[in-house]
């Protein structure tokens, strides 16, 4: 699979990111990869350093140049005007947008992101960039934007979820900037409907939904035969997670007498509450948090594991979980879930088929659906062997890339910004 003319050059796509890379952002990497294996020419454009300390060993991989941009400072800042002297009368054209659009965000923001989007242009014009895209409808979408402003190259931006349903998210400013790109691309169709109805109704931008898709070939095979007490849970440990209604229905478990072991991955700002709320419920011998871990020690795990539980819920400020890659991924390997139907979780859980769905924020309900796979081995075995194929049909990198391509490579760069 390419999506590209051979014959012809190479598209140069930047990607402009808040931070790379990321430990919790593997479908950013597995997307570079892909760009890269369908012979595109990446660049990747931080706007932070990384700072995590913990890489994927997939990161080895990657080929393309990552560029650092300055961030605001006495030297970035005589740099940015350095640079866009470089622009010429077309940047001349588009700062006075790039001025107003910068004041309608925080104060506090506004100088840094203005000299990123000038060194950002800067970049567009050195590397001969045909597009740019970010990901998140946040900081890395408003430079890339007003680089656009500055340099005519089109833009798209995928949205997820924090920059969808968060409270504050502003509608003036993600219409503006959806409007200007060539296309929002969002990661399943609640997304899309969400954003259709609350952000950008009436708006003439498009709206594309492509799945986040996975590197079926290179994941390991099924395996039939696990630890009949392990449940896994992968996870940033933040409210939307509900790993909180995870422990409390390991307790439900452990009183109900079905032996159960949970091990937790993943790191974050919950982790104290969780770690306290685990030893207040006299969960220490059965529940064990890890931290964060890398990939293949998550693919690992889940090649021993019997359960994946994810219980999602919306949190108090309305951020969610949209399309949940440890899901999909456990699927792939034919581990049976658990979890709820929010947002775009429904769009890869077939409830009763590949996995379960149960009331979200119920901990009764979420035991139940443990406890039946837990116990239940010819209906564990029928859901897990229906998991691969429903990766296989929607969520394979080689389906989703092509997508991806069309949207880059559907536009040209405008002949003013005017």
Excluded at 82 to 88: D, E, H, S, T, Y
Excluded at 313 to 326: E, I, K, W
Aim: aromatic letters at 6%; charged letters at 20%; proline letters at 5%.
């Amino acid at each position: 699979m390419t999506g590209l003319d051979r014959h012809a050059a190479p598209l140069r796509i930047g990607y402009v990111l808040k931070m790379f890379p990321r430990l919790s952002e593997t479908f950013i990497l597995s997307e570079v990869l892909g760009l890269q294996d369908a012979g595109v020419d990446v660049s990747v454009l931080s706007l932070r350093l990384a700072d995590e300390g913990r890489f994927h060993a997939d990161l080895a991989r990657v080929r393309a140049a990552v560029d650092y941009l300055p961030q605001f400072g006495a030297a970035s800042t005589v740099d940015a005007f350095r640079a866009f002297a470089g622009l010429g009368r077309g940047g001349l054209s588009g700062l006075q947008r790039a001025l107003d659009f910068v004041g309608r965000l925080p104060s506090d923001r506004q100088a840094g992101m203005l000299v990123q989007a000038l060194h950002l242009a800067r970049q567009v014009e050195e590397q001969h960039l045909d597009h740019l895209h970010a990901h998140f409808m946040t900081v890395a979408a408003h430079t890339a934007y007003m680089a656009h402003l500055l340099t005519g190259v089109p833009f798209s931006v995928t949205a997820h979820a924090k920059d969808i349903y968060r409270v504050g998210v502003s509608p003036a400013i993600f219409r503006e900037v959806a409007a200007a790109a060539t296309a929002v691309v969002t990661v399943c169709d609640a997304n899309e409907r969400y954003i259709l109805d609350h952000l950008l109704a009436g708006s003439p931008a498009r709206v594309v939904r492509i799945y986040n898709g996975v590197d079926v070939e290179s994941l390991p095979p099924p395996v039939p035969h696990r630890d009949p007490t392990l449940v896994l849970a992968v996870g940033r440990l933040v409210e939307k997670k509900g790993f909180d209604v995870l422990l409390d229905s390991c307790a439900v478990l452990v009183e109900r007498g079905i032996p159960v072991t949970c091990l937790v991955l993943g790191d974050g700002e919950e982790r104290a509450a969780l770690e306290a709320r685990c030893s207040d419920l006299g969960l220490n011998d059965h529940v064990r948090f890890a931290g964060a871990v890398s990939k293949d020690e998550v693919l690992g795990w889940m090649t021993r594991a019997r359960v994946l539980a994810l219980p999602c819920v919306t949190g108090a400020d309305g951020n969610r979980d949209a399309l949940p890659t440890v899901l999909i991924e456990a699927l792939a390997l034919g581990l049976p879930v658990v979890s709820t139907a929010v947002a775009g979780v429904p769009e890869i859980v077939d409830d009763g088929i590949n996995g379960l769905l149960v009331t979200e924020g119920d901990p009764s309900a979420l035991a139940d659906g443990i406890g039946l796979l837990l116990r239940e081995d010819d209906r564990w075995s029928q859901i897990a062997a229906a998991g691969p194929a429903k990766v296989a049909a929607r969520f394979d990198r080689s389906r989703t890339m092509p997508q991806l391509l069309s949207v880059f490579s559907g536009a040209g760069r405008q002949e003013s910004v005017a």
